[in-house]
């Protein structure tokens, strides 16, 4: 019978004797020698995985363009139908100019592309999908303000004390503020309103005055109950030289947001030694709260009620709000308000697919407000010496104020959401909101700094872009050309009717100002997004590695 097998033990046994130590060392540094290759391979393996994927998302967000899309800032004429924008959706090609600016083609580079190839694959895939139920809907409850600035409870100023003239700055929307409180002021003092001037600005270049934007005689007559206004200082007046006797009220005279207070202790006896005052400049210089609620009712009376855009703006403002809305037309106060008669011209349309609804948004990025908030935009040094030299003609003050004093860095401001957005943030909070791909929006605001670089990003996630150059024809413009303050009516019009209204800048007095609007006239059926810009910045500090999941799920903390 032939002997077992011996048993595994006595092996390793002999394996460990002194005459197998060198055997045994030699394997040791054989299997060493072999994981150290294996290693190198796993981590060659995974970063060639993670560079694939890279790779992908990149090739993927050069393939989201609409090939019949020209290579700059496209806008279409008319807005698309749903049913074609619908069809259209998948026809997606690149954005290459947004990667090329974003390398530096341009001096106004893109930021955040790797979160715009995200929402661009994000709003492919949407495309067929129903919108969120709550997209067209106010975020918050607005239908429990109910619009109460038309009543008074008091009886008509006559005005004995003295004449308020102002001079007011900035653009229509500055010149809007300083109407409604010079008229509060007038009513406090007693006085007399003159129709107010508007000063010429070496930004906004428009030399309108009071009577070429809002209609004068119903400003007087909506407010004979409240205060007196007349269009012109009395002859015996018109003579004085109101810097000699002490009448010229500026800007640092008076604090902003005083309160009323200050104006009875150190502006009516001026008034009533020389029966004059002329404000200089005045845009915010009255509180808001704490204030009477008579005056905050006959203040908020002004802006809503007194000031109606003339028949020539109404008229046009009229065309394109149809044209926006696809010719459907609906009565309503706010409509009323803004275009008068002109808010009936066109019969209601009976055929539901001409209807369309319309995002209007305000992008504040012109190079004034880019200059000014001293950010900083990935556009490197070129981008800095642009900026630097417009501060420098226009900002002086700012410019010296920068040899002084330390301000704070580029970086800090945009982490305390101190930056406007950029339009490509604004079209990831538009992405991340829900808004199709296929949704019109309605673009307003002036030139936008960088021009086509810095549009690209949103005309190609976005193609149903519109502004009213787009809308309307040569000859409907025409009349505007050259008044900024009179285009910006216009674009006021179109946001305030909006079906939807997003702000980038919750601090813009335009956004402010449409945003009341749509609150006091809407009933709460006039949504507004209004972005948190601080918390916005530190999600959009992540675009290195957040997902677009995890972003549209931290977006809804940024409203």
Known sequence: MPEAAPPPLPLLAAASSPAAAPLQRARRRQQQHRRGWRRPRGLLAWGALVAFFFVMNWWMFSRLQDPAARPHFRLRRHPPRADAAARNSSSLSTLEEVAGAAKGKG?????????????????????????????????????????????????????????IMI???????????????????????????????????????????????????????????????????????????????????????VMKEAKPSLYVKKILPILLRNRVVHFIGFGNRLSFDPIPSDLQRLRCRCNFHALRFVPKIQEIGALLVERLHGHRSHLSPLKDNLLGQFAVKSAPSTNKSDASKYLAVHLRFEIDM???????????????????????????????????????SAAFLRSEG??????????????????????????????????????????????????????????????????????????????????????????????????????????????????????????????????????????????
């Open 107 to 163: 001096p106004h580079r893109v930021m955040l592309t790797r979160l715009l190839a995200l929402a661009a694959h994000a709003l492919a895939e949407a495309e067929t999908r129903p919108e969120p139920n709550d997209l067209w809907e106010e975020p918050i409850n607005a239908t429990m303000w109910r619009p109460c600035s038309d009543q008074r409870d008091w009886e008509a100023s006559e005005g004995t004390n003295g004449y």
């Open 370 to 408: 880019v200059a000014y908030s001293l950010c900083y935009f990935g556009g490197g040094k070129d981008e800095e010496d642009e900026l630097e030299a417009y501060r420098q003609i226009h900002f002086p003050v700012l410019t010296e104020l920068k040899k002084t004093t330390k301000l704070p």
């Open 167 to 253: 001079s007011a700055n900035g653009g229509i929307n500055q010149q809007r503020v300083a109407i409604c409180n010079a008229v509060t002021i007038s009513r406090l003092l007693n006085a007399t309103l003159v129709i107010p001037k508007f000063l010429y600005s070496n930004v906004w270049l428009d030399k309108s005055q009071f009577g070429d934007i809002y209609q004068e005689d119903y400003f007087i007559n909506y407010l004979k109950s409240d205060i007196r206004i007349v269009k012109d200082l009395p002859l015996e007046l018109q003579s004085l030289d109101l810097e000699v006797i002490g009448s010229i009220v500026n800007d640092t005279d």
């Open 418 to 559: 101190k930056c406007p957005l950029a339009p490509e943030e604004a079209v990831l909070m538009l992405a991340a909101i829900g808004f199709k791909r296929s949704t019109n929006i309605y673009i307003a605001g002036a030139e936008i700094y960088g021009g086509r670089h810095r549009m690209a990003a949103i005309s190609r996630l976005y193609p149903a872009l519109l502004t009213k150059e787009t809308l309307l024809s040569p000859s409907e413009l025409e009349p505007f050309r050259n008044f900024s303050s009179q285009l910006a009516a216009l674009d006021f019009i179109a946001c305030a009717a909006a079906d939807a209204f997003a702000m980038t800048d919750p601090g813009s007095q335009f956004s402010s100002l449409v945003q009341g609007y749509r609150m006091y006239y809407g009933g709460g059926n006039l949504p507004t997004i209004r972005p948190n810009k601080r918390r916005l910045a530190s999600i959009l500090v992540k675009n290195g590695t957040i997902e677009w999941q995890e972003f549209q799920t931290r977006r809804k903390t940024c409203q």
